[in-house]
């Protein structure tokens, strides 16, 4: 049996100090993050090949990766980023899971993570280390949860694509484009010396 | 000092099972990823605060996250999905940094790396396991590197938006349009129960 959810990093206590060393910082969206992976992954089954879909680009999706088998490189783990603080965990053959996310009705006792998630300034002293005890503090109880189950095309990662070689610019690219790579159909993003 | 490179994960002896653990299995793309991550970070400056640029979706970016402090939850690994096995390590302040990308030209001593590169089947007996040999006897070898200046544009994440509530499902985002949520102006990805 593969760990998941906080045991992957040797517990709850383990954990900000996990996503430090992987994420840069203690940030409190990967710290929520934590505690929905953690709580979703109880809800499937033991032997479920977990797949995640994340509903935003920042900071969620590195609790996946930490706390879950699921990695973006890997194509578990899948970004659509709607810029939502929620995520989704499912079983890749049945397509049937949970989608837990931050619950805006359950934040009024937590007023440092109200502040935060909906960007107004945090101004006392220390409100980094204070905000960081109220999500730790508050666990699961701004969290919600519903089954879901996940539509066979957003389960779907993008398809091999056959590898050619770009007859711009000679490098090998997969891509839909007979001719030419997406870098020699775009501004290149970076200019060579 | 932060770590980077095969140092990261305490030297090249321990990458690949690094890789199996945080990518579920030795993927040649992660493999031949982490030459391409080490041979980068040693041409930045020893203080550079690194950023990357991955050109394709699958196996290379579980390399960027596994050696050097860019992940795509913090933003610092970004993904410009091109299906080329390449990518740029750069200064996030100077812009400055180098490309690296395994080069077709140099793969005729390597003939297992080049039938999987060009998707051939490898049909010999132990096929992966030779197939990893291989990648780990190339080494940088198969690598070619140049110097590049990543455009602003490109280096720049997605801005911070302003956090709404969907008029339609209630739930928080971040978002441009005013009224909805992405999810409810385009097909949910899982459906209730």
């Known amino acids: 049996m593969t760990l998941r959810g906080f045991d992957r990093v040797g517990g709850l206590r383990e954990f900000p100090e996990a996503v430090k060393e992987f994420h840069g910082l203690a940030a409190p969206g990967v710290l929520i993050g934590g505690f929905m992976v953690d709580m979703a992954v109880e809800s499937l089954p033991d032997r479920a090949a977990i797949q995640a879909i994340v509903e935003t680009s920042t900071c969620l999706v590195d609790a ?16 659509i980023d709607g810029g939502r603080l929620a995520l989704t965990l499912y079983d890749g053959k049945t397509l049937e899971g949970v989608r837990v996310f931050l619950d805006a009705r359950k934040l009024d006792g937590f007023s440092r993570i109200k502040k935060w998630f909906f960007g107004e300034p945090l101004e006392e002293q220390g409100s980094k280390e204070l905000l960081q005890s109220e999500i730790l503090e508050a666990g699961r109880r701004v969290l919600s949860m519903e ?21 711009r610019c000679g490098q090998p690219y997969r891509g839909r484009d007979p001719a030419s790579c997406l870098f020699c159909r775009a501004p290149y993003y970076a200019s060579k010396k």
């Open 64 to 79: 996946v990766q930490l706390l879950t088998p699921c990695t973006v490189g890997n194509g578990r783990a899948r970004i």
């Open 147 to 167: 089954q879901v189950t996940v539509r066979r095309t957003a389960a779907t990662g993008p398809k091999a694509r056959p590898r050619r070689i770009c007859q």
